[in-house]
């Protein structure tokens, strides 16, 4: 079974400049997490997609972040404009059954995001 | 409360030797406690999971000790190896909800040779 898919793998981008990224979740996984992963930190979700629809987007910087995933499978998550802040590596993740069961969130590569 | 504490930052474990990482939680609404590993470069994966019904939980070299009344929840590996080096992050969450996952500040492990 293929993993969780996420590209770019490393993006160096100006402040005030915009950047986005892509994520494919495993076959068949109705869940879908953004979490941010600030340098000695642990992961902090951003946004959770069950299917196309968001059920938690309370940690995630409105004004300047934004995610969508259509029909229900790839996501994409936007910044504009990017802070010397956003620096970290943006990971997504997938889960089957969200709240039931084991719960497992199965983790992509990430990417990881450098502001200059 | 949602925030998840971790001890220690780093930790450093000669091989063979036990290592031992500690979380304490907050709120008590949480009832799933995965520990995940991450190496680097790469993303976390789930390593051993227990819901606060069971006070041990043992998978290979892997054991989660777990003490409802204290809010605390450990992870111990045994006979620790070269291979064990990783950054470890304990979470939790709230299974009947949306299960967004509340993550710790992670341990990095070093296993010397």
């Known amino acids: 079974e293929a993993g969780v898919a996420q590209s770019p793998r490393y993006k160096i981008i100006e402040k005030r400049q915009s950047v986005a990224f892509w994520c494919n979740p495993i076959?068949?996984?109705?869940?879908l997490y953004w979490y941010q992963q600030i340098l000695g930190q642990g992961p902090k979700l951003l946004i959770q997609?069950?299917?196309?629809?968001?059920?938690?987007d309370s940690q995630l910087p409105k004004d300047r972040f934004s995610a969508e995933r259509l029909k229900g499978v790839d996501s994409t998550l936007k910044i504009q404009p990017a802070k010397l802040e956003d620096s970290a590596v943006y990971l997504c993740?997938?889960?089957?059954?969200?709240?039931?069961?084991?719960?497992?969130?199965?983790f992509g590569p990430g990417t990881r995001l450098t502001v200059l | 409360q949602q925030q998840v504490k971790q001890s220690p930052q780093s930790l450093i474990v000669q091989k063979g030797g036990i290592s031992i990482i500690n979380c304490a939680y907050e709120?008590?609404?949480?009832?799933?406690f995965p520990w995940y590993q991450q190496f680097p470069g790469k993303g976390p994966a789930l390593l051993i999971a227990?819901?606060?019904?069971?006070s041990e939980k043992k998978e290979g070299r892997f054991t989660i000790s777990f003490n409802k009344s204290a809010k605390q929840f450990s992870l111990h590996i045994m006979d620790s190896q070269p291979g064990d080096s990783a950054t470890y992050f304990c979470?939790?969450?709230?299974?009947?909800?949306?299960?967004?996952?509340?993550f710790g500040t992670g341990t990095r492990l070093q296993v010397t040779l």
């Open positions: 993740a997938s889960s089957n059954r969200p709240g039931q069961g084991s719960n497992e969130q199965f």
């Open positions: 076959s068949g996984h109705a869940t």
């Open positions: 997609f069950q299917n196309n629809g968001v059920v938690d």
């Open positions: 709120n008590t609404a949480f009832d799933y």
């Open positions: 227990i819901r606060p019904d069971v």
């Open positions: 979470a939790a969450s709230i299974a009947g909800t949306a299960s967004k996952l509340t």
